[in-house]
């Protein structure tokens, strides 16, 4: 059997995740397996059509695919995107039509199912057979019984592809709407929003005005009495995608350092704004390649949140209600940062007048917003990602990322572990006897004990 491995790690064969399939090969050393380097050669693949149309071929000759990566902020590294991209745009898909896939991911767990929600529906657009996904912990291979988990999965796949066994598809097509957005009539001076200072930020990877978000977001830019900053990621000096060689973990000094000019773009511009609005188009499953490069490179600053207690919200245009993991992504960048997440605005739905009339009080609420200092509170999409990082950073990762652990210590990060909570301590102390006596137990009336603090909240005419 002839298995080809896509390798979405820009570190090559020095991947984790390639550990994964190293470990199938030795165990089962009968079949071949054809590990192709695809983020770290991508400049290469995308520029040599003979390279990419090689791995067409290398696809084609195989009995299975396994899409192999590590999590690259809440996805698949840029680099990886945009192979998926090529095959779109060079309409390669039929060398992966009915082929048996499966797809592997190495990570700590955050955000590694939106990752794997992405792929999956990567597969099924291209009309593969996916039997399943294998969401591992990057270090599941150094346990016994993680090991044997991995390699039960694996045999089953070989199964799977040995007897030709169905598989399901999850995802529908895309539904694309063929709308034209044509802004309205000027907006009068007096319907104006003032901005009160507050310094607005667009960023587009759209370089064509005439398109939808083109028009959308100099609708929006309309809306301010006052001048708003809109930066295109194409005039940004970016060298490369992340290559994943760590070194940002001790001090958040990126090996890009001098190279390009990503960090005059995050730093003087990104950082130093008031109001964030992200806007792109919908690329295959998620925004493009140019836009995930961004985010993957401001990954320099490791788990540190540099945007904190700012209004951000994203213009799209494409199908976002159908893929409600772009949204859920969006939501969780910003919850992450301790900013507020203020709304998206697309042009899937509505009439240009409706699609004008949101952009303009997009607008109005972000102002607000921002000048309230509001911050609405976050929801598990934020609470979830941030323990995983609190816990890893204070766990096993805090020898990689000490520039993490340092601001995590300085910031009371890990005051909000709950052995730290000294109220729910003292509580405890005094209420769980309590709570063994049974006569106690029988008596009390845990709604009406619930609710005694908020009734002093209420009942207090200073609260
Ligand atoms: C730029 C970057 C972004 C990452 N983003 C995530 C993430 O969003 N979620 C996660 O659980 N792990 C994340 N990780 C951790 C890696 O996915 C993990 O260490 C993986 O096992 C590395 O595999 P590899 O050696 O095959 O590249 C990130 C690592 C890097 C370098």
Redesign the pocket.
């Known amino acids: 059997m002839k298995i080809t491995i896509l390798n979405g790690?820009p570190?090559g064969a020095e991947?984790?995740?390639?550990q994964y399939i190293l470990y199938i090969k030795k165990k089962h050393p009968e079949h071949e397996y054809n590990i192709i380097n695809i983020a770290q050669t991508i400049k290469k693949i995308e520029k040599n059509e003979e390279r990419f149309k090689n791995i067409l071929k290398q696809v084609g000759d195989s009995d299975g695919i396994i899409w192999g990566f590590?999590?690259?902020?809440?996805l698949v590294c840029s680099q990886y995107k945009r192979f998926i991209e090529l095959i779109f745009e060079r309409n390669a898909e039929a060398a992966f039509e009915n082929k048996f896939t499966f797809v592997l991911s190495?990570?700590?767990?955050?955000?590694?199912h939106t990752a794997q929600n992405y792929m999956h529906s990567i597969c099924d657009d291209l009309k593969m057979n996916y039997v399943g996904n294998y969401p591992a912990d990057?270090w599941d291979l150094l346990y016994p019984k993680r090991r044997a988990r991995w390699l039960l999965f694996a045999e089953e796949f070989i199964n799977h592809i040995e007897n030709n066994f169905p598989t399901s598809k999850h995802y529908a097509p895309l539904n694309i709407r063929d709308f034209k957005y044509t802004p309205g009539k000027i907006i009068e001076d007096t319907r104006k929003i003032d901005t009160h200072g507050k310094k607005i930020l667009v960023v587009s990877d759209e370089t064509n005005e005439n398109t939808n978000i083109g028009k959308m977001i100099k609708k929006f830019k309309e809306s301010f009495s006052n001048e708003i900053e809109i930066v295109n990621l194409y005039d940004i000096d970016i060298k490369g995608g992340?290559i994943?060689c760590?070194q940002c973990g001790y001090d958040n000094k990126c090996s890009y350092i001098g190279k390009d000019g990503f960090f005059e773009f995050w730093e003087d511009v990104v950082m130093t704004s008031d109001i964030l609005v992200f806007a792109g188009v919908i690329k295959d499953r998620y925004l493009s390649s140019r836009w995930k490069m961004v985010q993957?490179r401001a990954?320099y600053m490791t788990h540190t949140p540099t945007l904190i207690g700012k209004q951000m919200g994203y213009i799209i245009s494409g199908p976002l209600t159908q893929i409600p993991n772009i949204s859920q992504t969006f939501q969780a960048h910003v919850e992450i940062q301790d900013s507020n997440f203020v709304d998206i605005i697309t042009d899937e739905f509505g009439t240009s007048e409706e699609i004008d009339a949101l952009l303009h009080d997009f607008a109005r609420r972000l102002v607000t917003f921002s000048k309230a200092d509001y911050i609405k509170p976050i929801t598990f999409l934020g609470e979830g990602g941030k323990k995983i990082f609190r816990d890893d950073i204070y766990g096993r990762n805090r020898f990689v990322f000490l520039a993490d652990h340092e601001y995590y210590e300085k910031h009371g990060f890990y005051d909000t572990f709950p052995q730290n909570d000294e109220r729910a301590k003292k509580m405890n102390e005094k209420l769980i006897p309590l709570m063994r006596i049974d006569k106690v137990r029988n008596k009390i009336n845990m709604k009406q004990e619930f609710l005694r603090p908020f009734t002093k909240v209420i009942e207090d005419p200073n609260k």
């Open positions: 790690s570190k991947s984790v995740t390639m590590p999590l690259f902020v809440m190495t990570s700590i767990h955050f955000y590694d990057s992340c994943s760590l993957d990954f």
